[in-house]
């Protein structure tokens, strides 16, 4: 069973930066394309940023798009998040998604993912 982990997640000033991290067991990570999303409270969860299983392909929210950097490391298992200039609005709990996929098709929306982390929390304060 594939089990991603999140962490990296903390409390931050407006303009300040966050490197999330979400690690991958049980699965050939290399085989998965990976996405980020977020749920603020009382909102729906949303699409933040997608990798595609090499790393090649990559997507961006219009919220986030120049500030934040998806990444991959395949030989550590792990997918990352550089969040930089952080404002209030960041302020959610941001999940790590995986599906199996050696496709470059970019996904986007919380059903084309199976398998979730746990989330972890990121606050912005103004």
């Known amino acids: 069973q594939v089990q991603l982990v999140e962490s990296g997640g903390g409390l931050v000033q407006a303009g300040g930066s966050l490197r999330l991290s979400c690690a991958v067991s049980?699965?050939?990570?290399?085989?998965?394309?990976m996405g980020w999303f977020r749920q603020a409270p009382g909102k729906e969860r949303e699409f933040v940023s997608f990798?595609?299983?090499?790393?090649?392909?990559?997507y961006y929210a219009g919220s986030v798009l120049g500030r934040f950097t998806i990444s991959r490391d395949n030989a550590k298992n792990t997918m990352y998040l550089q969040m930089n200039s952080l404002q209030p609005e960041d302020t959610a709990t941001y999940y790590c998604?995986?599906?199996?996929?050696?496709?470059?098709?970019?996904?986007?929306?919380?059903?084309?993912?199976?398998?979730w982390g746990q989330g972890t929390q990121v606050t912005v304060s103004s």
């Open positions: 998604a995986a599906e199996a996929d050696t496709t470059v098709v970019i996904r986007t929306t919380k059903d084309q993912f199976n398998f």
């Open positions: 049980g699965g050939t990570f290399s085989h998965y394309a």
């Open positions: 990798i595609s299983w090499t790393g090649g392909v990559v």
